[in-house]
């Protein structure tokens, strides 16, 4: 079946004020026309409303970098999926491998945040991936399996639907070292074959799997091209205008 890309910029904790309204600006000024392909801007939380305003009325969609699980509380320092939605915030990174690791979310907390996000009817992009270690030690497809089962896998066959999935080998992400397009497939196809077990083929068939790890302008056609890998979760390379519009063009053929 035919999937609609998505690519995805995650921002992290970079650029000022200024900074994300000139790239915005060029992002929408250079915008090719969308074809089967969407695109999602994830600033930091302070960009949200600039963000939203300038993508209103295009085809772009905004995304959060993170939320927490409550509605609303007192978590000083946090953000709820219904503040985020407030905005005109539709998608929400989660299980991203530096919040594991510099915030220690677990595969639990990031199950509960999944469940907000889908709870607040927006939709979750859940990033999984193992480190180098794993790979080298041929554990990669067990890890990422694990943590499908920790927090995805106990979701219905219409909730599971509403999710978007990013393949991120944690030996990539910010490296400039990316997966070839070889092991990207190999793992975006046993990805899919784990939510074809638990769901069945043709909904295992309708989930967008993307990549994320080092993409580039010059790498993103031939990890893009391959028949599992749905588009791409993109980090540096999308606080340059020009390079992540060329990284746009690949998804769009």
Same mark, same amino acid.
């Given at each position: 079946?035919?999937?609609?890309?998505?690519?995805?910029?995650?921002?992290?904790?970079?650029?000022?004020?200024?900074?994300?309204?000139? %790239?915005? !600006?060029? +992002?929408?000024?250079?915008? @090719?026309?969308?074809?089967?392909?969407? #695109?999602?801007?994830?600033? *930091?939380?302070?960009?949200?409303?600039?963000?939203?305003?300038?993508?209103?009325?295009?085809?772009?969609?905004?995304?959060?970098?993170?939320?927490?699980?409550?509605?609303?509380?007192?978590?000083?320092?946090?953000?709820?999926?219904?503040?985020?939605?407030?905005?005109?915030?539709?998608?929400?990174?989660?299980?991203?491998?530096?919040?594991?690791?510099?915030?220690?979310?677990?595969?639990?907390?990031?199950?509960?945040?999944?469940?907000?996000?889908?709870?607040?009817?927006?939709?979750?992009?859940?990033?999984?991936?193992?480190?180098?270690?794993?790979?080298?030690?041929?554990?990669?497809?067990?890890?990422?399996?694990?943590? %499908?089962? !920790?927090? +995805?896998?106990?979701?219905? @066959?219409?909730?599971?639907?509403?999710? #978007?999935?990013?393949?991120? *080998?944690?030996?990539?992400?910010?490296?400039?070292?990316?997966?070839?397009?070889?092991?990207?497939?190999?793992?975006?196809?046993?990805?899919?074959?784990?939510?074809?077990?638990?769901?069945?083929?043709?909904?295992?068939?309708?989930?967008?799997?993307?990549?994320?790890?080092?993409?580039?302008?010059?790498?993103?056609?031939?990890?893009?091209?391959?028949?599992?890998?749905?588009?791409?979760?993109?980090?540096?390379?999308?606080?340059?205008?020009?390079?992540?519009?060329?990284?746009?063009?690949?998804?769009?053929?």
């Amino acid at each position: 079946m035919t999937r609609s890309k998505i690519v995805a910029a995650n921002w992290k904790m970079y650029l000022t004020r200024e900074e994300g309204v000139r %790239l915005v !600006d060029a +992002l929408m000024t250079g915008m @090719p026309e969308l074809m089967n392909v969407e #695109v999602v801007i994830a600033p *930091p939380f302070p960009h949200l409303d600039l963000v939203v305003e300038r993508c209103t009325g295009t085809p772009v969609k905004v995304g959060a970098q993170n939320c927490h699980p409550e509605i609303s509380g007192a978590f000083t320092g946090e953000v709820s999926v219904e503040i985020l939605r407030s905005f005109g915030v539709t998608y929400v990174i989660t299980g991203h491998s530096e919040r594991r690791q510099y915030f220690q979310d677990t595969n639990d907390e990031v199950r509960d945040k999944v469940f907000a996000i889908l709870r607040g009817g927006l939709t979750p992009i859940f990033c999984c991936g193992e480190s180098l270690e794993i790979r080298h030690a041929g554990q990669q497809g067990e890890y990422v399996a694990n943590q %499908l089962t !920790d927090s +995805l896998l106990m979701l219905g @066959p219409d909730a599971i639907q509403k999710v #978007v999935i990013a393949y991120e *080998p944690i030996w990539a992400i910010g490296t400039g070292i990316s997966a070839s397009p070889d092991q990207a497939q190999e793992m975006h196809a046993y990805i899919r074959q784990v939510l074809d077990v638990r769901y069945g083929t043709e909904i295992a068939d309708n989930i967008r799997i993307l990549y994320g790890g080092s993409i580039k302008p010059d790498n993103a056609s031939a990890l893009f091209n391959q028949p599992d890998v749905d588009g791409g979760l993109v980090g540096g390379a999308s606080l340059q205008s020009a390079g992540f519009l060329e990284i746009i063009r690949a998804a769009c053929g």
